[in-house]
């Protein structure tokens, strides 16, 4: 996911086409969300709801109050990036999208935003949504005390409301909304919530007709995303705008088709089947330290997008490019598991 995720964040180069969202209406963002509702539950979910409430609420607090840090810190860093690969090829159009163009014609105002998460740089927007998710968590969890499906139903009708209304958080000094609406992305957190409370019964369901109904829809998708396999040209543009798809808000036809994929994988074990292949350690590896990974790709990222500006690379130089970034994602994730290991290992020797 995180790879994928870092791959996106580098437009137009040739391994951006092979991630799943080419083959259909969900990307890695959706991955992102349900699987952190998923780790919170797992990790904190099971004492919360056995009523040791300050332990758990006051370590989500800590985590929110870490992903802050590390959101600001990197907003910084990419602006600096940004700005001084424009000074260094006296180009401003390096600063014309993606926010910050503000941070250069009105910096005090944009610094203070960021710092409020009122401003967003593109492709570094997805922190703030985690921040705010893991705030609401004890309130979250508090309704799966009562019962889990009350908390499920409460977050559908959310949902549904925030949807309804167009209820969002807005954006400052540039005015519009959050590119990751929390009141909508709440459901598929929740969602994920909700199967890690209840992991071992979910795994064991095992229901041929919704399988069906899974392969359905991913197949209509790949039909109508790839313009029904490339031999009906412009099909995908001329339905797109009768579904759902909104990423800002978490289009219903999104939603639909990350839990279908979902399923599938699930029902099919291939969890289990890519678990014997040799990059399976590595990528495990690289999910357990995902934040300090995150923020890695994230900043090379940037700096895959500065070199494409400047000089788009040619074939061979972007399996370069990307490549030498997945290994460097690897590489951080193994120096934060070592560094966590030498730590444990003093802690047993004090």
Known sequence: MLLSIFINHVPGNVFEYLTHKNIGLSDAAEAFVFLSGVSVALAYGRRFLSGELGTPTRALGRRALTIYGVQVALSLVAVALFVTAAIVFDDDGLLAEHGRDIVVADPVRALLAIVGLSHQLGYFNILPLYIVLLLGTPAILALARVNSFLMLLVSALVYVGARTVGLNLPTWPVEGEWFFNPFAWQFLFCIGLFIGLHMRDVMMTRDNLLFAVCLVILAASFFLVTNGFHLVPGLWDSVREGLDV?????????????????????????????????????????????????????????????????????????????????????????????????????????
């Open 246 to 350: 909104s990423k800002t808000n978490l289009g219903l036809a999104r939603l639909l088709h990350f839990l279908a994929l979902a399923y599938v994988v699930s029902h099919l074990g291939l969890s289990k089947v890519f678990a014997r292949t040799p990059v399976y350690a590595p990528l495990c590896l690289i999910g357990r330290h995902s934040l300090p990974v995150f923020a890695a790709g994230s900043l090379l990222s940037a700096l895959g997008q500065i070199i494409q500006h400047v000089h788009p690379p040619a074939f061979l130089d972007e399996i370069v490019l990307v490549g030498v970034g997945i290994v460097l994602h690897y590489l951080v994730a193994r120096a934060f598991a070592e560094r966590t290991a030498r730590r444990r290992a003093e802690l047993r020797q004090a």
